[in-house]
């Protein structure tokens, strides 16, 4: 006879040792924080979540950063907590700052989106030089012929690229000589042409040097160079005073002049390339041109090439 025993029922569980979160019989769809064990994790009373946290029911050791439901997509100036960089209130980004929301620890330069591209003067901090307002500065030399003027021009282009000068490319009614290209050395015209453009009131400065033959600086040429450079002229002292003229405090005028005229004479006869009478010519000329010194910015006298290079470079520096 088969003996039949009842099965044991295990002995209750003391309550103590049943588990905090089994209590009540509570469980993720009913916890709250009146019946929520000491025990739970202060983030899940409530039914908190990171749906519906906000300031109001969020346990203190709960990020700022997750207060309200805050993320890089809804933070703003009211709603933020103090601990977040200023960079990020209101939302800011590259594609909508401005002065209006923009915190005090933002660079000048990204207050109302500025950048490279679009940076005018309209709304540039004060003290950013012009070429990074969309327009270079003008630096104008002119000098008699022999002064030395285009030796200096070249050097500066040469050695101090940061100046970011770029030659201003004037136009003329001659014939191309050797490997001149058009839009390089010169922009050539025929006789015809330029009359055309001066009756169009195209040019900033021009000259009838002999019966037409023409040599002019186009302002739209000038517009086009300075909107990525500073631009240096070499011009006559006639074109010097127009331009600055034209552009007053935009421009720089610099008068490259000679010890004398004598130094001059030498000068013309130490390059071996003029006859005779036509080194008289330029000297005549220099004569006139030297009562034009006074009407220039500065004056720079080029008894030594170094020392005047230096001179000048010190002198274009500063005013850029």
Same mark, same amino acid.
């Given at each position: 006879?088969?003996?039949?025993?009842?099965?044991?029922?295990?002995? @209750?569980?003391?309550?103590?040792? !049943?588990?905090?979160?089994?209590?009540?019989?509570?469980?993720?769809?009913?916890?709250?924080?009146?019946?929520? @064990?000491?025990? /739970?994790?202060?983030? =899940?009373?409530?039914?908190?979540?990171?749906?519906?946290?906000?300031?109001? +029911? *969020?346990? %203190?050791?709960?990020?700022?950063?997750?207060?309200?439901?805050?993320?890089?997509? +809804?933070?703003?100036?009211?709603? #933020?907590?103090?601990?977040?960089?200023?960079?990020?209130?209101?939302?800011?980004?590259?594609?909508?700052?401005?002065?209006?929301? *923009?915190?005090?620890? /933002?660079?000048?330069?990204?207050?109302?989106?500025?950048?490279?591209?679009?940076?005018?003067?309209?709304?540039?901090? %004060?003290?950013?030089?012009?070429?990074?307002? $969309?327009?270079?500065?003008? !630096? /104008?030399?002119?000098? @008699?012929? $022999?002064?030395?003027?285009?030796?200096?021009?070249?050097?500066?282009?040469?050695?101090? @690229?940061? *100046?970011?000068?770029?030659?201003?490319?004037?136009?003329?009614?001659?014939?191309?000589?050797?490997?001149?290209?058009?839009?390089?050395?010169?922009? &050539?015209?025929?006789?015809?042409?330029?009359?055309?453009?001066?009756?169009?009131?195209?040019? *900033?400065?021009?000259?009838?040097?002999?019966? $037409?033959?023409?040599?002019?600086?186009?302002?739209?040429?000038?517009?086009?160079?300075?909107?990525?450079?500073?631009?240096?002229?070499?011009?006559?002292?006639?074109?010097?005073? +127009? !331009?600055?003229?034209?552009?007053?405090?935009? %421009?720089?005028?610099? &008068?490259?002049?000679?010890?004398?005229?004598?130094?001059?004479?030498?000068?013309?006869?130490?390059?071996?390339?003029?006859?005779?009478?036509?080194?008289?010519?330029?000297?005549?000329?220099?004569?006139? =041109? #030297?009562?034009?010194?006074?009407? &220039?910015?500065?004056?720079?006298?080029?008894?030594?090439?170094?020392?005047?290079?230096?001179?000048? &470079?010190?002198?274009?520096?500063?005013?850029?």
């Amino acid at each position: 006879m088969q003996d039949h025993q009842s099965p044991k029922k295990s002995a @209750p569980l003391p309550a103590a040792d !049943i588990p905090l979160s089994e209590k009540e019989g509570l469980n993720e769809s009913n916890m709250s924080g009146e019946n929520l @064990p000491a025990d /739970i994790p202060m983030s =899940e009373k409530e039914g908190l979540n990171e749906s519906n946290m906000s300031g109001e +029911n *969020l346990p %203190a050791d709960i990020p700022l950063s997750e207060k309200e439901g805050l993320n890089e997509s +809804n933070v703003s100036g009211e709603n #933020l907590p103090a601990d977040f960089p200023l960079s990020e209130k209101e939302g800011l980004n590259e594609s909508n700052v401005s002065e209006d929301n *923009l915190p005090a620890d /933002i660079p000048l330069s990204e207050k109302e989106g500025l950048n490279e591209s679009n940076m005018s003067g309209e709304n540039l901090p %004060a003290g950013t030089p012009l070429l990074r307002r $969309g327009r270079g500065r003008l !630096i /104008i030399i002119s000098a @008699p012929s $022999g002064s030395g003027k285009s030796t200096i021009i070249n050097w500066l282009m040469e050695h101090h @690229p940061e *100046l970011r000068l770029a030659f201003s490319i004037s136009c003329t009614s001659r014939a191309p000589r050797g490997t001149e290209q058009n839009g390089v050395e010169y922009f &050539f015209l025929s006789p015809e042409e330029f009359r055309e453009r001066i009756e169009r009131n195209e040019f *900033l400065e021009y000259e009838e040097v002999y019966e $037409g033959r023409f040599y002019g600086t186009l302002k739209e040429q000038v517009e086009r160079q300075r909107a990525t450079h500073n631009v240096v002229f070499d011009v006559d002292v006639k074109g010097g005073c +127009n !331009i600055k003229k034209y552009y007053g405090d935009e %421009a720089l005028s610099l &008068f490259i002049q000679p010890p004398s005229i004598e130094e001059l004479r030498r000068r013309l006869e130490g390059r071996g390339t003029d006859a005779p009478e036509v080194i008289e010519q330029r000297l005549e000329r220099a004569a006139f =041109e #030297l009562s034009f010194a006074p009407q &220039f910015d500065r004056v720079v006298i080029n008894d030594d090439l170094q020392t005047a290079e230096e001179e000048t &470079f010190a002198i274009i520096s500063q005013f850029l």
